[in-house]
């Protein structure tokens, strides 16, 4: 018989006592206060040492073997921190994991009786009445006792593209299934995956709509499309005489379209999605709903020519989103839209503009159908989710919450 796995708090408690592990240390004389190093695994400044407590962990609870699994680090992070905050008679003090200069955290005991080493972990293994953000920490945590995990970069580009099926209420594994992933990061990170759905409109008709695939990014060119040796793929705007009837009209739709040079640039780096303008044409961007630009607050800025800037951060996206599926009523944003050749719409209507083109990232909206479909506010639904040529799988609510706290926590650096 192997040896049983010991009970967090007392173990921890000896670690704390020795003072081996950098940055695990006692805070007061009473012992009541501790701190734990809380690094970011994607800091360039990180070092093994500053996750020594969690590899310890994983070491002494039988989730790791040296030399027979795997190195795990998000996974073992995550255990710690789940089995910590199950713990009733431990509280989170201070978050201090995002500072930049000593990232932590500070507990503390909000029984002193419960300090002495017969009563460290008796508490249930229960979190009620915890905070959201603890409900859904002990999520990730069910998540990882049924297999779902979320793998570093490198252990992902081994990893074949597959995608899971499973329910909370029934943790089994689903049959001949490879590795375990987070399926939204699947879906989110690698860049050749991210398709875009490009719509032009002229004086507010549309005149052209197309979905592509484009792992270099795209680019929005006139009728000359300029240098074809510069990146992206060129998506040709259409020749405006084909469906405007005003000339006047048409000949300024013209010239604007032939001031683009080497186009309007947007392409994906890393959780960002930045923009350049390459031509003589000025153009100007917001973010906005699929059927109607942000005009009433103004646009967010020009893009600067031959310089790139950022337009959209996919990070404060996914917090939006788990912040709407807990009931909060801002829908979070995902469309960007251009004016082109002319000065933004402020207060205007957009539909007097010469040339306005919207790109909308369909995996982004793929995501907010499916907090819409579930009721946004519904533990108990279960949503399928079928994206592009991927497997179909199944998330429950909180399932779904859960992996998109992974992917904020994955980008939080």
């Not at 969690?54 to 998000?74: H, N, Q, T």
């Not at 995990?149 to 995608?163: F, K, T, Y």
Request: charged share 25%; with cysteine.
């Amino acid at each position: 018989m192997g040896t049983p796995k010991p009970r967090i708090l007392p173990w921890l408690r000896s670690m704390l006592d020795q003072g081996q592990l950098e940055g695990v240390a006692w805070l007061d004389e009473g012992r009541k206060r501790f701190r734990i190093p809380w690094k970011h695994g994607l800091r360039q400044d990180a070092q093994a040492e500053d996750f020594g407590i969690f590899k310890a962990w994983a070491e002494a609870s039988g989730a790791y073997i040296p030399g027979r699994d795997k190195p795990d680090l998000p996974t073992w992070k995550r255990n710690f921190r789940s089995a910590l905050n199950r713990k009733e008679v431990l509280r989170l003090a201070e978050d201090r994991s995002k500072d930049p200069h000593d990232p932590h955290k500070v507990y503390e005991f909000v029984d002193s009786e419960a300090r002495d080493s017969s009563q460290l972990d008796t508490s249930p293994e229960t979190n009620e009445g915890g905070s959201t953000y603890d409900n859904q920490e002990d999520i990730l945590d069910v998540l990882s006792d049924i297999g779902v995990s979320l793998p570093d970069d490198r252990a992902q580009e081994q990893c074949p593209q597959h995608l899971l099926s499973y329910k909370l209420d029934n943790p089994m594994p689903c049959p001949n299934r490879g590795p375990s992933e987070n399926p939204l990061k699947l879906l989110l990170l690698p860049e050749e995956q991210w398709e875009f759905e490009v719509t032009a409109f002229y004086r507010g008709h549309q005149v052209f709509q197309q979905t592509i695939f484009c792992p270099k990014g795209l680019r929005l060119v006139g009728l000359e499309p300029g240098d074809r040796t510069l990146p992206g793929q060129p998506i040709t705007l259409p020749d405006p005489e084909v469906s405007l009837t005003d000339k006047r009209v048409t000949g300024y739709v013209r010239r604007v379209l032939g001031s683009l040079g080497g186009g309007l640039a947007l392409w994906r780096e890393g959780q960002w999605l930045r923009a350049q303008r390459l031509g003589h044409c000025h153009a100007y961007w917001a973010m906005g709903e699929e059927l109607l630009p942000d005009c009433e607050h103004g646009h967010k800025g020009e893009v600067p020519k031959d310089v790139d800037s950022s337009v959209f951060d996919l990070r404060p996206f996914v917090a939006d989103l788990i912040a709407f599926i807990g009931g909060s009523r801002h829908s979070p944003r995902y469309t960007i839209w251009f004016c082109l050749g002319e000065s933004w719409p402020h207060n205007q209507q957009w539909v007097k503009r010469l040339v306005m083109v919207k790109v909308v990232p369909t995996c982004l909206k793929a995501l907010l159908n499916i907090a819409q479909s579930g009721g946004a506010s519904s533990l108990e639904n279960t949503v399928d989710l079928h994206i592009s040529s991927s497997q179909p799988f199944s998330l429950t609510n909180e399932q779904y919450r859960a992996c998109l706290q992974d992917l904020v926590e994955d980008m939080d650096f």
